[in-house]
């Protein structure tokens, strides 16, 4: 057989070693896994400390969310100092339980409130989560503002924001019962006289109606809740007209906001809409929507 086959060297070729003193152990290499053995340790060791950092960040989260208890507690307050005309907020506002305890208080459902949001209320109580107050604060609109230190009632903190010097000197809403509401068609004009006060103070014309009406409401506006001015336009080419006497002039200026209902923006039916101000008969600002 030829050599380069036989790779298997003879019994004698083995070495045998004789030591004249005492035995000694064979020594042994040790050497590191493969580095391949490692990873998936070190894989498993981070999904175990994510795992439990995970765990204890849900902990605390659900730790500072306020409990029903709490809210509850920061209501009670609330009613035993409420003033009337007083009014609350939420913050967050998609947080629906605070309001369960407030009764018939009145209510501003807006994320970023407006003057014309506030402006039937001289004090307005702030419902905040712990952690929001910044938030809260933040999103009043002048003159409100908050005195005084929060009160705490578990994870719920309770301010109070009033209204300072207010330099407005109209306001169109606070107004709505001395406008002249009508339909202008082009051959014919309908005045609109029959007025409804209340809560949700209304001009109605010749009979009542769900939505050709002009008045007071609460509508979603930009994706926010606001205290509007509702005018729904009307059909056959006519025009709403909506008119203020004695509205001061000089030194002054007219601001506001203006928008469609998030249905209307939805929807697909409908013709453009013009939107006018003017001052005197003269046009001052013009918008068109759809």
């Known amino acids: 057989m030829d050599q380069s086959q036989d790779r298997t060297p003879p019994a ?22 493969p580095a391949t053995t490692a990873w998936p340790l070190l894989a498993a060791a981070v999904l175990v400390c994510s795992a439990v950092g995970v ?46 305890f407030m009764g018939d208080m009145a209510y501003i459902p807006a994320e970023a ?49 009033t209204r300072g010097q207010d330099k407005t000197r109209w306001d169109a809403l606070g107004g709505i019962e001395q406008a002249a509401v009508s339909r202008d068609y082009g051959q014919r004009t309908e005045q609109c006289s029959n007025f409804q006060s209340g809560r949700w103070p209304t001009w109605h014309c ?16 930009t994706n926010d809740t606001h205290r509007c001015l509702w005018a729904h336009p009307i059909a056959d080419g006519g025009r709403l007209l909506i008119g203020f006497d004695k509205v001061p002039a000089g030194g002054g200026v007219l601001t506001g ?34």
């Open 12 to 33: 004698t070729s083995k070495p045998q070693a004789e030591h004249a003193g005492p035995s000694t152990p064979p020594t042994q290499s040790v050497q590191n896994p």
């Open 55 to 100: 765990l204890l960040a849900q902990a605390v989260i659900w730790n500072s969310v306020p409990s029903a208890e709490d809210w509850s507690q920061a209501a009670q307050a609330i009613l035993k100092e409420a003033q009337p005309g007083d009014a609350f907020r939420v913050e967050p506002v998609w947080d629906s339980r605070p309001r369960t």
């Open 113 to 161: 409130p407006t003057w014309t949001d506030m402006a039937r209320h001289q004090r307005v109580w702030l419902m905040v989560e712990d952690g929001r107050q910044d938030d809260a604060i933040a999103a009043l609109p002048q003159p409100w503002r908050v005195e005084g230190q929060a009160r705490h009632f578990g994870s719920v903190s309770l301010l109070l924001a």
């Open 206 to 221: 010749k009979r009542r109606d769900p939505f050709l009406f002009v008045g007071e409401v609460m509508r979603s506006v």
């Open 257 to 290: 906001h203006y928008g469609q209902p998030i249905d209307a923006i939805r929807s697909g039916r409908g013709a453009p809409v013009n939107f006018e101000v003017l001052v005197e008969g003269e046009v001052v600002h013009r918008k068109t929507f759809g």
